[in-house]
């Protein structure tokens, strides 16, 4: 009898690990149906595709022998610097033929399929082409890519292995795959959960690590420089301006030290800027780059650390700690018309000197230059916001009597004692003069122009305030243009 309680009871309790262990497989099997894998298939430099929009044999591009570099933490945004690579050669892409061949009435049909997977009209194509930029990949890199079947084009997602050329767009996005003209958008999965096929031609390349590839996100305003580093000399620096193809290229040194900037208290979308303009990338230990307004706090390595340049910078940030404009986006890139940027702080790429406020940028129609004298914020600024020491001190106003209420503003009490202040925020406050320019890598900065009256800027309004009430002590004369208006087309391409 015990012999059988005891075989009884053991089966019962292999009859309960079996029901477990059941179990377990159907929730594990729950949780990976929940979450697929994105199928990627591997696309090999100087490996011919299988449909492409353009013969690989009519010398759109050509491929290098790159090997791939680890990035930190995969994401990269455009403007990273080093994230792209170039050469002292001939350009790597033939733009102006490019375009020949999607304006030729023979290839309307695969225009306008190209045109549609880039979200662009037809008679769109040749301004957006003489936008982008010939750049060499430096890292196997996660695409959107097309090819051309039956008259469409066919979106699938792809791995670049680093050496292939591209054109990329002015927020540092791949565009196009030189070679054979595919169209290019930004992958939209998630990098880690990625099963990567290796056939047509396509070998599994030496030096490939999944744990390495590259996904780019746009960088947060319009480039006018790209940063790229020699790919055959890794010590030469090669800044190119967006929209040509290398004929104005300046050469920099890679190896000089560069010194990682006071960032604590500005927000990402700034502190990435003034990284890139350093020539210093930007790292977060984050799944995914925070948005723009997020507060920086802190950063590794601590300001005045001196790096190489493409170094990583590790920023810790407080998402929703208030102010600072944020993108309002996470690791959703925006279309190739349009940008995530939404402040108003200069790029450090950009020129020390305000353009003119008539110059207003061609891609952004709808959105016209406001005028300094007649803008008024819906809340005042803030104080941090401009550069340190940027404030003046209040002076008592004049001993004559106040000016007539003007545009419906509180009179003086008959009494006279002095009302308060005005909390209008239309009142002649204007927002403080953001910080000089960083200098790009290799160059030399012009000086930027002096702040003070004079200067173009434009005195407040008289509000029908009391003379004894001091003016705002963060008031500083606008220097120039809006920053709004700066131009966001790099200089033309140079036509063959």
Not at 144 to 173: M, T, W
Not at 370 to 390: K, L, T, V
Not at 444 to 471: C, D, F, I, L, R
Request: glycine residues 12%.
């Amino acid at each position: 009898m015990e012999v059988r309680s005891s075989v009884r009871r053991a089966g019962k309790t292999v009859i309960r690990k079996i029901a477990v262990l059941s179990l377990s497989v159907l929730v594990v099997s729950g949780c990976e149906s929940a979450t697929p894998l994105f199928d990627v298939q591997a696309v090999a430099a100087g490996t011919a595709s299988l449909a492409p929009f353009f013969d690989e044999s009519s010398g759109l591009g050509r491929d290098a022998a790159v090997r791939s570099r680890p990035a930190r933490g995969g994401l990269q945004q455009g403007d990273t610097p080093g994230l792209y690579g170039g050469t002292e050669e001939a350009a790597v892409c033939d733009v102006e033929r490019l375009k020949r061949y999607l304006t030729d009435p023979r290839n309307d049909r695969k225009a306008r399929a190209w045109a549609e997977a880039l979200d662009l009209s037809t008679a769109g194509i040749p301004a957006y082409l003489d936008r982008l930029t010939p750049v060499l990949l430096r890292h196997d890199t996660l695409v959107r890519n097309h090819d051309y079947k039956k008259g469409k084009a066919v979106p699938f997602n792809a791995l670049l292995q680093a050496g292939i050329a591209i054109l990329v767009d002015e927020q540092g996005l791949p565009a196009v795959k030189c070679s054979c003209g595919n169209p290019l958008r930004p992958f939209e999965g998630d990098k880690s959960r990625i099963s990567v096929t290796f056939d047509d031609g396509n070998e599994k390349w030496k030096g490939y690590d999944r744990s390495e590839v590259v996904v780019v996100r746009p960088a947060s305003r319009k480039l006018e420089r790209i940063a790229l580093v020699d790919v055959e000399d890794p010590g030469r620096g090669v800044e190119r301006p967006v929209g040509t193809s290398g004929e104005e290229d300046s050469a920099f040194d890679t190896r000089r030290r560069r010194a990682v900037p006071q960032l604590t208290g500005t927000t990402f979308g700034e502190a990435s800027r003034r990284l890139a303009g350093r020539g210093l990338a930007v790292a977060h230990e984050g799944q995914d780059l925070p948005p723009d307004g997020a507060r920086v706090t802190g950063s590794d390595p601590a300001a005045g650390a001196e790096l190489r340049f493409g170094a990583y910078v590790t920023l810790s940030v407080v998402e929703g700690a208030g102010g600072g404009a944020s993108s309002g986006e996470g690791s959703t890139p925006p279309g190739p018309g349009s940008s995530r940027a939404t402040d108003d702080s200069r790029s450090p790429s950009a020129p020390s000197t305000a353009p003119s406020s008539a110059s207003a940028p061609r891609s952004s129609p709808s959105s016209p230059p406001s005028s300094p004298s007649s803008a008024r914020p819906s809340s005042p600024p803030a104080s941090s916001s401009g550069p340190a020491g940027s404030e003046r001190p209040a002076s008592p106003g004049p001993t004559s009597p106040p000016p007539p209420p003007d545009n419906g503003s509180t009179p003086p009490p008959k009494d006279g004692s002095a009302p308060p202040p005005s909390s209008d925020p239309g009142s002649g406050t204007g927002s403080p003069p953001s910080g000089p320019a960083e200098p790009p890598p290799g160059t030399t900065a012009s000086s930027p122009p002096p702040a003070g009256p004079g200067t173009g800027g434009t005195p407040p309004q008289a509000t029908g305030t009391s003379a004894s009430s001091p003016p705002a002590a963060t008031t500083a004369p606008a220097t120039g243009a809006p920053a709004e208006s700066t131009p966001a087309v790099g200089p033309r391409r140079t036509r063959e």
